[in-house]
């Protein structure tokens, strides 16, 4: 026998960030709370709008299932007093039981008897569970920012105004901040009135006609599909962006979408300025002709019916209007700064207490990128691109409109250098410096905003790490992790042939020669050299190799990343798909294993190898050392372990005819001074005792 | 409708709802909520309904009366009702159809945003209003005021009253709103606007008005060492205005900002604190009055 149960929370609007996570919130902790209840159902599903949260379960069981289930109490020993009487503990596990100890029986566990008591309890009402259930619930539930409201003690992330508790057509018996709830559901703030759900099932229908799509998906098709017609009856290209679209998505009940328009002579002003005041000001989607060129149109969707459309186009055109006049306004003003006057503010600009201005950090990029460009050999003319990026790459933080659009630094910094006449490569390398921005984000395509972009990074690493500001866990406040993530990206994707303590050796001299203050201890560039190591993990997990592949080969070391990769790769590849390549592995772990038996130094004798195999083992080895070595260094990472792996018969002979513990001393060491020469080229590439088969 | 009469619907519409109409408070303000109708009367365990115009000078916001949209005093009409009433968002918009605007025929949407006046340690949550796009309502529950825990929570309803006005008129320029038929924004408020403006960034003397920051702030701190909660607070409201000027003037560097900032809330939260104290020694009046309009 099985009822089905509706949830709705109703609240005043949830912010629309916050809104899917708490819907999958709601469903997990349901049936979460069904499984630990022992009450069977046939699946959940979730609803939310900007003012309801709500869950429906299909086929809740009306009564728990029985359960039977063991105990295990005290053993025999502390059970009995001596007397054979029950003891203390034997009556105090009893009591905890519920039981009489008359129910106990014994049993034996790993050669010692316990006390063990069957507990069987037959499963009661469902309904008689609800309540409780229900209440812990809503308790129980978190989310980023709550508040309180009135003069209750509750947090929530917005004021509950209703709530619907249906277990069949049953109403649960729950009362929260003084609202109880009840079968009533509300519609449409406007176009909606209050609605009594009959029973679970007719929950999605009942508020439909009340105007109200509960439904994330059914509301998301419903938008798209409006977008989707409006850009085929007028041949625009309407940019979904992702993110704004599960926003919007979650500001409607009932979506319309509607178009406005803008003055075509605001098309003056940088597209990226006037894509960023619709979208992030007014939450507009914007359009665009099929040849990708924006038009002056906008799209929006309304929280309602198609009624009086053109007011609504009307009303917001006007908004638009005195958004886009504000942006015209800053960037006509943006104009008249100079570069250099624009310079100068950024000495007024604190970047962080403890590492001075925006002008400090400026100059510091600069002589970090100056180091690098020399580190890595570019001609002085791109020299002195990095050089002039560096000086002017912060100058855009003080215009109004990055004041005002945050996010549009770079973008302003590149389009207000060309105008002043900056070169091409400079003013594109501005932008390009807070590449990579994201995960999945380009790197810099110029040198100058490659250099740049690593010297801005790791200036910003080492500063914090300087001052103790290291991520823990969930905080990274200043995204550290993400920049030296991008430094890592940057490098690969470039191949350049810098190593990450070049890296840290041009940020740290810049630091110690700029900075008043000398925060450096030794353990600074462990901590960060340990940092990078995570990223570079990081980076080769998101690339699909295995864990204990990627411990192997950082083993070897990670100082250069474009070498690390390589080996990663290569090992990948010859793990997953190379026949008998665990022969390999294990002839030269058992390698390493003897090696570590060797004294430091010992050279190797040729003429002490006596038996057949050890030659052998030898001069195969003298045969791959050289040219496996220059394959490494040639970052030609699969080739090398082809090499090495030409090993793999001479290991697998000596070790099947040759006694490497021999009675003579001289041999002994001989031999094991062969093992360590071999093992010392094989962990050049990984330590292949990591890998797990 | 004409300005005067939007003033006088929302007047009507929250007495109605058994507001206390008080009058503008006599001391610059940045904002409705620096009123100390709202700032101290919203700590505490007593119930609170009041509402009142509020011209707020944003001197920064200044524009030498030739922008459509900025101000640099422009007016709010602000309620306050503590505790916040379970129909607080229908009553809102009862007051907006009260105002002629029909949310059948608009796009009337609460889109969150998170209120924060770190200068009086002031923060809240809930939303702006949207009509048709235009924010014209901030809406917000007081979660901590002069750093103290709102409890019970007070909620702030503060209508910008030239945006709405410029949607109801449907006019483009905020100087062309008619403030009584015949009457425009611009012929009572054009001229201050200039010269404010212009006193504001070229005119002010900056060595006075530091000197007077500090003498404020001095006064502030006598009143409170009185235990003089209201004169204290009108110094702390000087202080803050005096601020404002100086940094629109650019005469504040970023890192001296957050200098003052910190003394201005520093003093704010003596004040609350001891606004608190001073009711607990009267008793909290205000909660005997059970059965009377205010609750």
């Not at chain 1, 959940?44 to 900007?50: D, E, G, I, L, N």
């Not at chain 1, 100079?338 to 604190?350: G, R």
């Not at chain 1, 003897?594 to 430091?600: I, P």
Request: aromatic share 10%; net charge negative.
């Amino acid at each position: 026998m099985s009822k089905d149960i509706l949830f709705e929370i109703g609240l005043e609007e949830i912010p629309a960030r916050f809104i899917r996570a708490a819907m999958e919130q709601l469903k997990d902790r349901i049936a979460k709370w069904l499984e630990a209840s022992r009450i069977s159902h046939n699946g959940v599903s979730a609803y939310a709008t900007p003012r309801r949260l709500a869950v429906l379960v299909k086929d809740a069981a009306e009564r728990q299932e029985d359960v039977s289930e063991e105990v295990k109490g005290p053993s025999r020993k502390i059970a009995l007093d001596a007397s054979g009487e029950w003891s203390k503990a034997a009556l105090g596990f009893a009591r905890s039981q519920g039981v009489a100890p008359e129910q106990f029986t014994f049993k034996e566990l790993a050669g010692v008897e316990y006390i063990y008591v069957t507990k069987s309890s037959t499963g009661i009402e469902t309904a008689s569970l609800l309540s409780e259930g229900l209440t812990g619930i809503v308790n129980a539930m978190t989310f980023p920012k709550n508040m309180r409201w009135g003069a209750y003690d509750f947090k929530f992330v917005r004021p509950i105004r209703w709530m619907v508790a249906l277990f069949g057509q049953e109403i649960i018996d729950l009362t929260i901040t003084g609202v109880k709830a009840g079968n009533v559901s509300r519609g449409h703030r406007f176009l909606g009135k209050e609605t009594v759900i009959a029973e679970p099932a007719l929950y999605v229908e009942a508020l439909r006609s009340q105007h109200v799509l509960v439904d994330v998906k059914e509301r998301e098709e419903l938008i798209l599909s409006g977008i989707n017609k409006l850009a085929e009856e007028k041949s625009w290209k309407i940019a979904i962006k992702e993110d704004l679209l599960e926003e919007v998505l979650f500001l409607v009940e009932t979506p319309t979408v509607l178009f406005g328009t803008f003055d075509p002579a605001f098309l003056n002003i940088p597209q990226d300025v006037l894509i960023t005041s619709m979208r992030e000001h007014q939450r507009y989607f914007p359009v665009f002709g099929e040849d990708g060129k924006l038009l002056p149109f906008f799209v929006t969707v309304r929280n309602g019916n198609a009624v009086s459309l053109d007011v609504i186009a009307k009303g917001n055109e006007k908004v638009l209007r005195a958004r886009l006049q504000d942006a015209k306004f800053f960037y006509e003003e943006d104009q008249k700064l100079q570069i250099n006057d624009a310079l100068a503010k950024l000495e007024n600009i604190v970047y962080h207490e403890e590492l001075g201005s925006v002008g400090d950090k400026v100059r510091r990029i600069r002589a970090i990128a100056d180091r690098l460009a020399v580190k890595l050999a570019l001609p002085a003319s791109t020299a002195a691109e990095v050089s002039r990026t560096a000086d002017i790459c912060k100058f855009d933080l003080v215009t109004q409109m990055v004041g005002e659009f945050p996010e549009l630094q770079g973008t302003m910094g590149e389009d207000y250098a060309r105008k002043a006449g900056e070169a091409d490569n400079v003013s594109k390398a501005i932008f390009e410096h807070y590449q990579p921005r994201f995960a999945g984000d380009a790197v810099p395509s110029t040198e100058a905003g490659l250099v740049v972009s690593l010297a801005d990074k790791i200036d910003t690493i080492v500063g914090c790490f300087s001052i103790g500001i290291i991520p823990t866990g969930s905080q990274d406040p200043y995204a550290l992790r993400r920049q030296a993530a991008g430094i890592v990206q940057m490098v690969l994707e470039h191949q350049l042939s810098i190593s990450l303590q070049e890296i840290f050796a041009a940020a740290l001299e810049v630091h110690e020669s700029l900075r008043s203050e000398k925060h450096f201890t030794p353990e600074l560039r462990i901590n960060l050299y340990e940092f990078f190591g995570l990223r570079v993990k990081r980076l080769l997990s998101d690339n699909n190799v295995r864990y204990d592949v990627v411990d192997a080969a950082t083993a070897a070391g990670f100082d250069d990343i474009v070498d690390v990769v390589g080996r990663s790769l290569a090992l990948m590849n010859a793990v997953t798909g190379v026949a008998d390549f665990k022969i390999t592995v294990d002839s030269l772990t058992r390698v390493s294993n003897l090696a570590a038996k060797a004294a430091e130094g010992t050279v190797i004798d040729p003429s002490l190898l006596k038996e057949e195999a050890e030659q052998k083992l030898y001069q195969t080895w003298q045969s791959i050392h050289d040219p496996y070595r220059e394959a490494l260094t040639a970052l030609h990472a699969a080739e090398a372990l082809q090499i090495l792996s030409g090993l793999k018969d001479a290991v697998t002979g000596f070790f099947d005819s040759v006694m490497v513990m021999a009675e003579d001393e001289a041999v002994r060491a001989n031999r094991l001074a062969l093992l360590s020469g071999i093992n010392a080229d094989s962990r050049l590439f990984a330590d292949f005792g990591k890998l797990v088969w | 409708m004409n300005f005067q009469q939007m003033i006088l619907t929302l007047q009507q519409f929250w007495a109605a709802q058994n507001c206390i109409l008080v009058q503008p408070y006599d001391t610059e303000k940045g904002a409705g909520t620096m009123n100390p109708m709202t700032f101290l009367r919203s700590l505490g365990p007593e119930p609170w309904k009041v509402a009142y115009v509020e011209p707020s000078r944003r001197p920064s916001d200044g524009r030498y009366g030739e922008n459509p949209n900025r101000l640099y005093q422009h007016h709010q009409f602000q309620v306050i009702i503590k505790p916040s009433p379970d129909n607080i968002q229908e009553l809102y918009l009862d007051s907006l159809k009260a105002l002629g605007v029909d949310p059948l025929l608009h796009d009337v949407r609460f889109v969150e945003d998170n209120w924060e006046n770190p200068s009086l340690g002031c923060a809240g949550l809930g939303w702006e209003v949207w009509l048709d796009g235009m924010e014209i309502t901030q809406f917000t529950y007081f979660q901590q005021v002069g750093g103290i825990e709102a409890s019970p929570v007070a909620v702030e309803i503060t209508y910008g009253m030239e945006r709405l006005a410029s949607y109801i008129q449907d006019k483009e320029n905020v100087f062309d709103l008619e403030w009584v038929d015949g009457m425009t924004y611009g012929d009572v408020f054009h001229q201050p606007e200039v010269e404010h403006s212009t006193y504001t960034f070229e005119v002010s003397d900056v060595k006075m008005l530091f000197t007077l920051f500090n003498t404020y702030e001095e006064e502030a701190r006598r009143a409170m060492e009185n235990h003089l909660v209201f004169p204290a607070y009108d110094y702390v409201l000087k202080c803050s205005h005096t601020f404002n000027l100086l940094d629109a003037r650019g005469a504040i560097s970023v890192t001296e900002r957050t200098g003052f900032i910190t003394r201005v809330r520093n003093l704010a939260r003596t004040v609350a604190a001891t606004y608190l104290e001073e009711r607990e020694k009267l008793g909290f009046p205000l909660l005997k009055k059970e059965g009377a309009d205010l609750v």
